[in-house]
């Protein structure tokens, strides 16, 4: 098994940037699928992004397509989220996961892998 753990979460203001990192221990990081989920208050977690085992396919939510960027270093066993342009929407625990198989899905129930999330706040 795999066991992850995101960082690089905080406050920022509309029209900033975050990078989020997932950095994963364990079993080997290139057999994995990863994926993005937020959270935000009241609400249930829902998928942001998600990057194949070699990281040449990826695929967004429509609200986050062209603002944020996935991707992955498997020689340093990281996955990443690069977040531009963030509007208060945006604000929400995000939690990497991952699944074994070759290319990451946007469905929850597929992955079986969680981090314990980081929390993003954008304030206008």
């Known amino acids: 098994q795999v066991h992850l753990v995101e960082s690089g979460g905080g406050l920022v203001q509309v029209g900033g940037s975050l990078r989020l990192s997932c950095a994963a221990s364990?079993?080997?990081?290139?057999?994995?699928?990863m994926g993005w989920f937020r959270q935000a208050p009241g609400k249930e977690r829902e998928f942001v992004a998600a990057?194949?085992?070699?990281?040449?396919?990826?695929r967004y939510v429509d609200s986050v397509k062209g603002r944020f960027t996935i991707s992955r270093d498997n020689a340093k066993n990281t996955m990443y989220l690069e977040m531009n342009s963030l509007e208060a929407e945006d604000t929400a625990v995000y939690y990497c996961?991952?699944?074994?198989?070759?290319?990451?899905?946007?469905?929850?129930?597929?992955?079986?892998?969680w981090g314990q999330g980081t929390q993003v706040t954008i304030s206008s």
């Open positions: 364990g079993d080997t990081f290139s057999s994995y699928a």
């Open positions: 990057i194949s085992r070699g990281g040449g396919s990826t």
């Open positions: 996961a991952g699944q074994r198989t070759p290319r990451g899905g946007a469905l929850l129930s597929g992955y079986d892998y």
